[in-house]
C-alpha cells in the first residue's frame, strides 16, 4: 500500500512557475513509477510525465517537455513537479500516481492539487 | 503523442450492456497489452477498473470486462446499475516509459 499526499491549491500569474508535491507513505516508494496527471476543468486526463525515484531519469510527455520538471527526494519520500511559464491554459487539477512500473495501471491516487492561473 | 480516441458519450438503461471504445495505433493500443481502464466520478480521483486489456483488479465487479482488437480497446459494463455513472477513460503504455490517455467518455444509465 502507497498513500499519496500532495501540497495544497496555488494561485499563480501568467508567467510565473508552480511546483507542487506528492509525499509518500506506506511501502518503499523509491521502486513505484510516479507519474503527474492532470486534468483541466470538465476536460479529460491528460499524463505528463513520471519517474522511478530510485533510477532518477524521468520521463516527459511530447506536449510537457522544456516547461515541466519532474524530480525526487528521496530522504523525505516526496516527488515535485515544477511548472514554468504558467498560462491561463494551465488551469487544472494535477494529480501524482504511482504504479508497479512504466507498464502497469496507476493503483494509487493523491488526492489532486488544484492550479489557477490567473492575472 | 496523440490522445486515445474515445466516444464523448455513451448511454444505457438499467440492466443493459454498454461498450466504450478506445482507438489508438500500433505504438501504443496496438503495440502493447497495457491498456487500462479507469472510472470517475464528480470531484474524486480515478479509480482503476481495468488493466492490461482484461484483467479486474480485487473488489471491480465482474460486470466489467475489457477486450482488444488490433488498434482498439474496449470497456463492456453488463447489468448496467445507476452507480455506473461515471467518466470513463483508458490508457496505454507507448513505449520508452511513457502512456497516452483516452479523451474519456461520459457514461449516462438512463
Known sequence: QVHLVQSGAEVKKPGSSVKVSCKASGRTFSSYFISWVRQAPGQ??????????????????????????????????????????????????????????????????GQGTLVTVSS | QSALTQPPSASGSPGQSVTISCTGTSSDVGGYNYVSWYQQHPGKAPKLMIYEVNKRPSGVPDRFSGSKSANTASLTVSGLQAEDEADYYCSSYAGSDNLVFGGGTKLTVL
Open chain 1, 44 to 109: 479529460g486526463l491528460e499524463w505528463m510525465g513520471g519517474l522511478i525515484p530510485m533510477f532518477g531519469s524521468p520521463t516527459y510527455a511530447q506536449k510537457s517537455q522544456g516547461r515541466v520538471t519532474i524530480s525526487a527526494d528521496g530522504s523525505t519520500s516526496t516527488i515535485y513537479m515544477e511548472l514554468s511559464s504558467l498560462r491561463s491554459g494551465d488551469t487544472a487539477l494535477y494529480y501524482c500516481a504511482a504504479a508497479d512500473s512504466s507498464r502497469a495501471p496507476f493503483d494509487y491516487w
